[in-house]
């Protein structure tokens, strides 16, 4: 720069008066150079604003879903429905419910790309059986995991992951867990006799969390790779790999709707970084990979040495030695075994959690439950077993609409428009377009289910009750349907037949005054207290 002053300075040599050759050497020296951080800078601020400008121009006018109704700052950018996952903690399924649809009808535009639809019908149709409308890659890829059967957004993929788990997870196969599952409920009693016991008297008041997590966990990694915790038999009933699951469910946002950052961030806070800084939801998730990446060494190595048992207890193969065993890469089963271990524990946990809540805070339904289950079982010691409890049509009501109102997959589970496009609720919907709907609101449509904040089993027990099937979604459909329903069923039957045989539970005074306050991360999580219950025995 400063020689192109001097350059300057002597080109006009001698045709300038010598205060204009002062002032234009000053004027050299006051000169920035051009290619400053602070210039470059602010050009790229420029650059943004202006493509931000011309691109919401271009999304309120001539994008596809410029005439579906939808706030203004929603059609223009994705940081609104940002707001209200991050700033507002997991608050936007409940935003829609309560104030967009009443506002702009059943199809709203919530982000750019994106309707939200609240129609339990159109529910069916955009989850269904075929390859019509297929998971979001924008969202599912935020998993990091193409080859999953939860997570695989190409259809051909999925197909062939599902063929390969279907046998794995179909009823009868899960059947063959029932001892299992009954022992570890029997280990659930133990626990709450030793709480009462300890309490000095017939009831005490009971931690519930960790107790329901850890019965879930026992059953889900004997079933998913014939993992030997035996969580429920010591005293704080932890484990890394448990605990690193409970904690990973609080990034699924971040994970969902910002995977770049949460790629960047998980480099720039590698684990023993995240452990130092106390970041529970980072270090949840390498925790988590470690602890199925060692199972899945721990069984090779078995097998190398000849001394893998190849059954569990029960004799029942664990699905990842099976999967092993059909010739599946080692590295796909270990993540696939991410997510059977996710799914099955963190909503087969909260659905029992909430159950317990909803019972306790309607004791009338709690009191029927009870007597229905002592009929079946009169033996108080006795446990009451799957197929019994799911035969009694009380105790069948209790579960659905448990699973209905408690509703643990309660985000947006988001599918894209086919190329073609498609007609859904009435309204032609251009292709490509991001479908966000939720089984939340279809568990809440009261035209389905009138009053639906209510827990009452007896809706599911009318004359015309049939109907209302279809719409316990709980479980997702279609082709994307849960792969571990049956095993959920067997948890939710039978742990929660033990429970309510046995015990009476109630809630604390402050959980009266409180409610079960809740939040969405994709799945239902608990927030405010603990779910902490007063039980207590009962008498026959
Ligand atoms: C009460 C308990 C459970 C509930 C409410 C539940 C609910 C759901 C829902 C709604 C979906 C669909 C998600 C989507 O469309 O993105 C799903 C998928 C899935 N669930 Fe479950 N689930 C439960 C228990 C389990 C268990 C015990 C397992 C066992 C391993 C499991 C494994 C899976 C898998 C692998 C998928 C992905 C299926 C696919 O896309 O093909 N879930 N679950």
Not at 53 to 70: C, D, E, Q, S, V
Request: proline share 6%; with cysteine.
């Amino acid at each position: 720069m400063a020689t192109s002053c001097s350059n300057f300075v002597g080109l006009l040599d001698g045709k300038l008066h010598p205060n204009h050759i002062d002032s234009a050497q000053k004027y050299c020296e006051r000169a920035q150079p051009l290619l400053t951080l602070r210039n470059v800078a602010l050009a790229f601020l420029l650059y943004q604003a202006v493509a931000f400008i011309i691109t919401a121009i271009y999304r309120i006018t001539f994008h596809p879903l410029a005439k579906f109704p939808g706030p203004f700052l929603a059609k223009i950018t994705p940081l609104y429905e940002y707001y209200y996952t991050f700033v507002k903690d997991g608050k936007m399924v409940q935003h829609c419910m309560d104030n967009l649809h009443p506002q702009y009808g059943p199809i709203v535009r919530t982000m750019p790309n994106h309707l939200t639809i609240n129609d339990s019908d159109a529910f069916h149709e955009v989850h269904s059986v075929g390859m019509k409308y297929l998971k979001d890659p924008g969202f599912y890829e935020g998993f990091r995991c193409p080859d999953s059967s939860f997570s695989a957004v190409d259809p051909y993929i999925h197909r062939k992951v599902r063929g390969l788990l279907n046998p794995m997870f179909s009823k009868a196969t899960v059947l063959k867990h029932e001892p299992v599952v009954l022992e570890k409920a029997a280990l659930v009693v133990k626990r709450i006799e030793g709480e009462i016991e300890k309490a000095g008297g017939n009831q005490t008041l009971l931690a519930m969390r960790r107790l329901i997590y850890a019965y879930i966990f026992e059953i889900a990694s004997d079933y998913i790779f014939a993992g030997k915790y035996d969580i429920l038999n010591q005293p704080d009933m932890k484990h890394r790999l448990l605990d690193g699951l409970v904690s990973a469910v609080e990034a699924l946002p971040m994970a969902t709707h910002l995977p770049t950052l949460a790629y960047v961030l998980e480099k720039l806070f590698p684990y023993p970084v995240a452990v130092k800084l106390g970041l529970d939801a980072l270090t949840g998730q390498a925790e988590l990979r470690q602890g199925t990446h060692g199972e899945v060494k721990r069984i090779l190595a078995e097998r190398e040495s000849g001394t893998l048992k190849k059954k569990t207890i029960q004799g029942k193969p664990s699905v990842l030695s099976d999967l092993l065993d059909k010739g599946d890469e080692p590295g796909r089963v270990a993540r696939e075994a991410n997510f059977l271990i996710g799914a099955a524990l963190e909503e087969s946990a909260w659905t029992i959690l909430a159950t317990v809540y909803q019972l306790a805070a309607n004791k009338d339904c709690q009191q029927r439950f009870y007597e229905e289950l002592k009929q079946l079982s009169p033996n108080k010691e006795e446990y009451v077993s799957f197929q019994q409890a799911e035969s009694n049509s009380y105790v069948a009501a209790v579960i659905k609409e448990a699973l209905r109102v408690t509703t643990s997959v309660s985000g947006f589970l988001p599918r894209v428009c086919p190329p073609e496009g498609a007609t859904i609720a009435g309204k032609h919907i251009p292709g490509g377009t991001v479908l966000d709907m939720s089984i939340y609101m279809v568990h809440n449509d009261p035209k389905i289910f009138p009053n639906p904040k209510k827990f009452d089993p007896e809706r599911w027990l009318q004359p015309n009750s049939k109907k209302l099937d279809r719409y316990m979604v709980g479980f997702g459909a279609g082709t994307r349907i849960c792969l571990g329903m049956q095993l959920a069923y067997l948890n939710l039957y039978v742990g929660l037949s033990a429970l309510f045989r046995k015990y009476e539970f109630d809630l604390t005074e402050e959980m009266k005054k409180e409610g079960w306050l809740w939040t969405e991360k994709m799945v239902s999580t608990k927030r405010g207290l603990e779910p902490d219950f007063l039980v207590k025995h009962r008498e026959d």
